[in-house]
């Protein structure tokens, strides 16, 4: 079983539209979550990091982690053709060797 | 604040070959990462370096990559010989400090082993 499973898509929205992308995790010692966006032929960008079950906000994102499901969301709000990328989640723990592990990616296109 | 530097950003080699990476971190990050991303993947961390220490090198190929950190600023990876598999994105990223800093990525290498 891998360490993180996310579901590649292709994800194909209307713009305006309200999206969820999601992630499941098997190892309950992550603490540390994290989104990262991807544009095609450039570096991953952090969006989002969150330390811990809960919400967090920021403009149109809200990245949302669930410890006892072992299952992070970002939610992107009002979709736009700029968001259309690949959206990668990530997660590390102080009891898990420091290590980074990253899902596949989703990618995402929002059609004007 | 500049970023994650790398170069060069896109290489093609032929298999046997050898070839380089070279990366300049955020100034002040202590915590220097490389990964491969091999299309349609995440990233894959190679090696973590802590300042010019190794923290991390369990996934890396040792029989033909090897990674230096002179100084604890840039980075160079090395790949000798190349495989035809060794086709991906190499990234480079830093972090203030070790994980759970958030980490920061540069460009990218895109390398192509024909």
């Known amino acids: 079983q891998k360490e993180v499973e996310q579901d590649p898509g292709p994800l194909s929205v209307p713009e305006g539209a309200i999206v969820s992308l999601n992630c499941t995790y098997s190892n309950s010692a992550f603490q540390y979550f994290m989104w990262y966006r991807q544009y095609s032929r450039k570096g991953p960008e952090l969006l989002m990091y969150?330390?811990?079950?809960g919400n967090k906000e920021d403009g149109r994102f809200t990245a949302q982690v669930d410890k006892s499901s072992k299952y992070i969301s970002l939610f992107i709000r009002d979709s736009q053709p700029s968001d259309s990328a690949t959206y990668l989640c990530a997660m590390t723990s102080t009891n898990t060797g420091n290590q980074f592990y990253f899902g596949t990616g989703t990618s995402l296109t929002v059609i004007p | 604040e500049a970023g994650v530097a790398q170069s060069p950003r896109y290489k093609i080699i032929e298999k046997r070959q050898s070839v380089a990476f070279w990366c300049n971190p955020i100034s002040g990050h202590a915590t220097l990462y490389w990964y491969q991303q091999i299309l349609g993947q995440g990233p894959k961390l190679l090696i973590q370096?802590?300042?010019?220490?190794?923290?991390?090198d369990s996934q890396l190929p040792k029989d033909r990559f090897s990674a230096e950190r002179l100084k604890g600023v840039d980075s160079t990876l090395k790949i000798q010989p190349a495989k035809l598999e060794d086709s991906a994105v190499y990234l480079c990223?830093?972090?203030?400090?070790?994980?759970?800093?958030?980490?920061?990525f540069g460009p990218g290498t895109r390398l192509t082993v024909t």
């Open positions: 370096f802590q300042n010019n220490g190794v923290v991390d």
């Open positions: 990223a830093s972090s203030l400090a070790p994980p759970p800093y958030e980490q920061y």
């Open positions: 969150t330390y811990s079950s």
